[in-house]
């Protein structure tokens, strides 16, 4: 929350300055999440969709920056609970990245992650359980048992066992989580 006034001095100071626009591109992208993170949602989605448009026009419609802008505008989204608005961008995202990188690249994965989270967050635990698992295997194969991508897709799957009612294997997979916590900290 303490950012917040710093971003929008940036914002303000910069953003129609010519020869800028990477600046205040980073400073809408960082004060959109900083935004979703003190819950106000409505400004987050308008830095989002700000920030888009520099992008797009930096960029083009493909590039690995402008997914993840889509990306990170979906995960705001979806920490909302905005499901619908979410959606469109992750496939947007998740369109560039299995474009720029392959479908089975480990930045093209965070849009299974965060499918699953829509499913699990949904009401749907049961069927955001696969989703968690593949997620969960790939991260650990390709990035690491101790990334912390992986410690957050192993800690959702727990989740989501529990409410599929799977809580022998929730178990095992929060104390996973755990244990590699606490190694990283």
Not at 53 to 80: C, N, S
Request: charged share 30%.
């Amino acid at each position: 929350k303490d950012t917040l006034p710093a971003l929008d001095s940036v914002i303000a100071t910069v953003r129609n300055q010519p020869g800028r626009e990477a600046e205040v591109s980073d400073a809408y992208w960082f004060r959109g999440l900083c935004l979703a993170e003190v819950a106000e949602f409505d400004r987050s989605r308008q830095d989002f969709e700000r920030l888009l448009v520099l992008k797009r026009a930096r960029y083009g419609d493909d590039h690995p920056d402008v997914g993840w802008a889509h990306m990170d505008f979906a995960e705001t989204q979806i920490i909302a609970g905005n499901f619908q608005i979410a959606a469109p961008q992750l496939e947007r995202a998740m369109a560039i990245f299995t474009q720029r990188f392959g479908p089975d690249h480990a930045d093209t994965q965070v849009g299974h992650y965060e499918q699953a989270r829509i499913l699990h967050w949904g009401g749907d635990a049961a069927a955001a359980v696969p989703l968690f698992e593949r997620v969960v295997k790939h991260w650990r194969q390709s990035l690491g048992e101790d990334h912390l991508w992986t410690l957050y897709a192993q800690a959702e799957l727990g989740w989501a066992l529990a409410d599929a009612g799977r809580r022998d294997e929730a178990r095992v997979w929060l104390q996973r989580s755990r244990e590699i916590a606490a190694r990283r900290l």
